[in-house]
Nanobody, 117 residues
Framework: QVQFVESGGGLVHPGGSLRLSCVVSGVIVRVLPMGWYRQAPGKQRELVAT?????????NYADFVKGRFTVSRDNAKSTVYLQMNNLQPEDSAVYFCHIPYDDTSDWGQGTQVTVSQ
């Protein structure tokens, strides 16, 4: 069974940075594309970024994070990262990692990111 354990969230001021981590187990992560998602209170979960399998040479970002967020992966550690810079209050949400288009695996608990003065 695939498991996702996200960490690295917290409270930051606008303009601040955070680095999220997601450890994936129960699957050979190296051969899978991975994605970061977020869900704010009262809103649907939305895709933030994706990274291709193996080398991670291809990344894609939602328009609202382009130029501020960077997704990366360390297959040896079965870990996917999301570096978030210049955070804004509208980035406040619970952040999750998951396998894109996978409707069968459960979601992790996510990690809370709060951007506030």
């Amino acid at each position: 069974q695939v498991q996702f354990v996200e960490s690295g969230g917290g409270l930051v001021h606008p303009g601040g940075s955070l680095r999220l981590s997601c450890v994936v187990s129960g699957v050979i992560v190296r051969v899978l594309p991975m994605g970061w998602y977020r869900q704010a209170p009262g809103k649907q979960r939305e895709l933030v970024a994706t990274i291709s399998a193996v080398s991670g040479s291809t990344t894609n970002y939602a328009d609202f994070v382009k130029g501020r967020f960077t997704v990366s992966r360390d297959n040896a550690k079965s870990t996917v990262y999301l570096q978030m810079n210049n955070l804004q209050p509208e980035d406040s949400a619970v952040y999750f990692c998951h396998i894109p288009y996978d409707d069968t695996s459960d979601w992790g608990q996510g990690t809370q990111v709060t951007v506030s003065q």
